[in-house]
Nanobody
Framework: QVQLVESGGGLVQTGGSLRLSCIVS????????VGWFRQAPGKDRALVGT???????YYADSVKGRFTISRDNAQNTVYLQMNSLKPEDTAVYYC????????????WGQGTQVTVSS
């Protein structure tokens, strides 16, 4: 059973930084894509970025240059480093795992709240 657990959310001021962690069990981050998503109140869940088995990354335009996704294969953990945070980054952040044979994300974490105060 694949499980994902996010941590690292919290309250930060505009311009601050946070690092979210996504610990994966029952699956291997090295062989799967892991994405970070966020959902703000009243809005649809949106993709923030993803890291692929190759190590390549993709970012949404809204976070490009501010957010960085990285991976620690030994710890089976994926990170989302968020810098220069803005109030519009306030959301619940989720990580999700997509198996190579899937078109969608198969497994999701429970989410962690990020609040950026102005």
């Amino acid at each position: 059973q694949v499980q994902l657990v996010e941590s690292g959310g919290g309250l930060v001021q505009t311009g601050g930084s946070l690092r979210l962690s996504c610990i994966v069990s029952g699956g291997t981050v090295r062989w799967n894509s892991v994405g970070w998503f966020r959902q703000a109140p009243g809005k649809d869940r949106a993709l923030v970025g993803t890291i692929m088995p190759s190590g390549g990354t993709y970012y949404a335009d809204s976070v490009k240059g501010r957010f960085t996704i990285s991976r620690d294969n030994a710890q089976n953990t994926v990170y989302l480093q968020m810098n220069s945070l803005k109030p519009e980054d306030t959301a619940v952040y989720y990580c999700a795992l997509r198996e190579p044979s899937s078109t969608g994300y198969n497994y999701w974490g429970q989410g962690t709240q990020v609040t950026v105060s102005s």
